[in-house]
T-cell receptor, first 117, second 111 residues
Framework: GAVVSQHPSWVICKSGTSVKIECRSL??????MFWYRQFPKQSLMLMAT?????????EQGVEKDKFLINHASLTLSTLTVTSAHPEDSSFYIC?????????????FGSGTQLSVL | KQEVTQIPAALSVPEGENLVLNCSFT??????LQWFRQDPGKGLTSLLL?????REQTSGRLNASLDKSSGRSTLYIAASQPGDSATYLC??????????FGQGTILTVHP
C-alpha cells in the first residue's frame, strides 16, 4: 500500500522557536495533502488542506500566518509552526491521497508529537 | 457543525470475543465514512471506507455498516485477537478529504 513518511516523530522546542514538520508520499504522487492536529483526549481536527503549487486552505480558527504550509512538489508538504508556544503542543499528522488511485482512501503519516517548553 | 461520537470510549475483552464499536454522527449529509486504526507511534491505518450510497463493507474479520439516515455506523470485529488492541477511530467526510473524527474507542484484547 501507499506510504506516507512524516518527520520528525517528536520534537521538543523552546517557546518562540519555529518547527518544521515534513510529510512525504514515498511511492505515489499526492496532489492534495491534509494536516490534522490532536490535543490530548480530543479528536483529530483538520487544520488545513495543502494543494500542490497553490496556497493552502485553512479551517476556521487556524492562523495561516502561524501555521505555514508549503506544498511545492507532488511528494512533499511541510507544516511550519512559527513562534511556537506551549499551547501549540499537540500531535500533528498529515494525510495524502494517491492521485492515480480510483479509491478514495487516505494514507496517513505516523504523526509528530510537538512539545513546546 | 458535524459532530461524531463513538461509544464506548474504552473496551476490554478476552481473546476470541466478537465485539461491536459504535459511531454516530449528527449531519447525515456525508460523502463517506471511514474506520481507522491508530497505533501509538504509527499514525492511522484505514480499515474500511463506506461510500454514502453503500450499506456495509467487509474486510477479513471486520465488517462495517452504515445507516446514513439515522446517522449511525458500527464496526464489527469477529474473533478478536490481542493484535487487534488499538484505538479505533470513526470519521465522516462531507467532501473528499475533510474528515471529522470521533474521539475513538480504545480496545484492549487480552489473552
Amino acid at each position: 500500500g501507499a506510504v506516507v513518511s512524516q518527520h520528525p516523530s517528536w520534537v521538543i522546542c523552546k517557546s518562540g522557536t519555529s518547527v518544521k514538520i515534513e510529510c512525504r508520499s514515498l511511492d505515489f504522487q499526492a496532489t492534495t495533502m491534509f494536516w490534522y492536529r490532536q490535543f490530548p483526549k480530543q479528536s483529530l481536527m483538520l487544520m488545513a488542506t495543502s494543494n500542490e503549487g497553490s496556497k493552502a486552505t485553512y479551517e476556521q480558527g487556524v492562523e495561516k500566518d502561524k501555521f505555514l504550509i508549503n506544498h511545492a512538489s507532488l511528494t512533499l508538504s511541510t507544516l511550519t509552526v512559527t513562534s511556537a508556544h506551549p499551547e501549540d503542543s499537540s500531535f500533528y499528522i498529515c494525510s495524502a491521497r494517491d492521485r492515480t488511485e480510483s479509491n478514495e482512501k487516505l494514507f496517513f503519516g505516523s504523526g509528530t508529537q510537538l512539545s513546546v517548553l | 457543525k458535524q459532530e461524531v461520537t463513538q461509544i464506548p470510549a474504552a473496551l476490554s475483552v478476552p481473546e476470541g470475543e466478537n465485539l461491536v464499536l459504535n459511531c454516530s454522527f449528527t449531519d447525515s449529509a456525508i460523502y463517506n465514512l471511514q474506520w481507522f486504526r491508530q497505533d501509538p507511534g504509527k499514525g492511522l491505518t484505514s480499515l474500511l471506507l463506506i461510500q454514502s450510497s453503500q450499506r456495509e463493507q467487509t474486510s477479513g474479520r471486520l465488517n462495517a455498516s452504515l445507516d446514513k439516515s439515522s446517522g449511525r455506523s458500527t464496526l464489527y470485529i469477529a474473533a478478536s485477537q490481542p493484535g487487534d488492541s488499538a484505538t479505533y477511530l470513526c470519521a465522516v467526510s462531507p467532501s473528499y478529504g475533510k474528515l471529522t473524527f470521533g474521539q475513538g474507542t480504545i480496545l484492549t484484547v487480552h489473552p
